[in-house]
């Protein structure tokens, strides 16, 4: 059965489970991608912000966030005010998706199928339930559909704080922008775009009390 759960050990803290993630064959991704990404940060924070899936540097460097997208977000955070060591950060899919016109050419990010993030989603609710956060952040389409209701559009729905119940009792999730999106929108309307981020980002801190 596809999936990545008969890899996750049950009890394992974030380390153990990152070591076991590069393990990991629940889907195709693990193939062509350098390594598995798995997470950086905290874990004893109190905020959880969840990306779509590494991007070309991350695939490289083994660590999510650091390219073009996170170097955005790392800024829209500190204008949020919140501090980049008091956050857990991870991705809803943990391999790179991409395609390549040919071996060596530039790779160019695919977004990941619902079956990847099916497929991942037990590497995902198992590092949650571990940091336990109060409040976890849905960076963008892919990982609202990891944890958001199904209905939950980021159009519609961003910067509202949502309850959910999860396996460590009920907790606030939001839903917004994925910082690449940011990067995508026309330049004029694009530091619109980023302050949209931040607000959203500010709404999720207000939930910590
Ligand atoms: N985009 C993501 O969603 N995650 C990363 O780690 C990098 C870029
Ligand atoms: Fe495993 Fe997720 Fe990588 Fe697929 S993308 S191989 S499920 S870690």
Known sequence: ???????????????????????????????????????????????????????????????????????????????????RGDVYVTNAVKHFRFSQAAPGARRIHASPDLAHVSACRPWLAAELARVDPDVVVCLGATAARALLPKDFRVTRHRGQLIRLATSRG??????????????????????????????????????LG
């Open 1 to 83: 059965r596809p999936g990545a759960q008969r890899w996750v050990t049950a009890g394992a803290d974030v380390a153990e489970l990152a070591r076991a993630a590069q393990g990991c064959r629940g889907c195709e991704l693990w193939e062509p991608a350098t390594q598995v990404v798995f997470s950086a940060g905290s874990p004893t924070a109190r905020m959880a912000l969840v990306g779509e899936q590494p991007g070309d540097q991350e695939d490289r460097r083994g660590v999510p966030f650091v390219g073009p997208a996170g170097r955005l977000l790392q800024r829209a955070l500190e204008e949020a005010g919140i501090s």
């Open 170 to 207: 009920e907790k606030t999730f939001l839903g917004t922008i994925h910082p690449s999106a940011v990067l995508r929108v026309p330049e004029e309307q694009r530091p619109e775009a980023y302050d949209a981020l931040v607000a959203d980002l500010r709404v999720a801190t207000s939930a």
